[in-house]
């Protein structure tokens, strides 16, 4: 039974959010595109991931990138500046797991009541929510492949939680 759902954790070395200014939205996304070597930043509520690098866009200006090089946020900070976006190093505020096979969105579903079917929330798509009353983002790889992120202060209530509600499937911790 374990290979329908693997549950493991997932972490990144740098997390930065980046909050445009109302009338500066245009110009961030088109310096963050040059930087990632993109055409465009995704649309609200999708994600590309790009090397090292997942662009999620949150909402209208609202962007997270989530990295394995370590200063990303060093380098967005050189090509954005504070007129144009608030730029913060969110590296340390959330810890994430990694949710696969095909039980996986039966188990997310237990607590979220959004369709996540792959009509409804195809693949490389993003998402904030709430698990367990704990806020939550959701990334969508792939059809029944998953990483999801909470603040690092409620990780170890978020993962209870999860590992909880997997014991009806069966589950392997990798």
């Known amino acids: 039974m374990p290979d329908k759902l693997s549950i493991g954790e997932f972490s990144f070395k740098s ?12 110009i961030t996304d088109t ?19 790009q090397d090292d690098v997942y662009c999620a866009v949150l909402s209208p200006g609202h962007i997270m990138l989530f990295s394995t090089h370590e200063s ?51 693949e490389l798509r993003v998402l904030q929510s709430s698990i367990h009353s704990i806020g939550i983002i959701l990334f969508k790889l792939k059809s029944d492949d998953y990483l999801i992120f909470s603040y ?10 999860v590992i909880d509600s997997a014991e009806e499937y069966g589950y392997a911790l990798t």
């Open 72 to 122: 990303r946020f060093s380098d967005v900070s050189k090509i954005l500046s504070p007129e144009t976006a608030a730029i913060i190093n969110v590296s340390h505020s959330r810890r994430g797991i990694r949710l696969q096979g095909e039980k996986s969105t039966s188990l997310l579903n237990k607590d979220i009541a959004i369709d996540l079917s792959d009509d409804a929330f195809p």
């Open 31 to 49: 310096l963050l595109a040059k930087y990632l070597g993109v055409k465009l930043i995704p649309k609200v509520g999708q994600f590309i991931s």
């Open 152 to 161: 690092s202060s409620f990780f170890e209530s978020f993962y209870a939680w």
């Open 15 to 26: 997390m930065v959010l980046i909050k445009s200014w109302s009338d500066s939205v245009e």
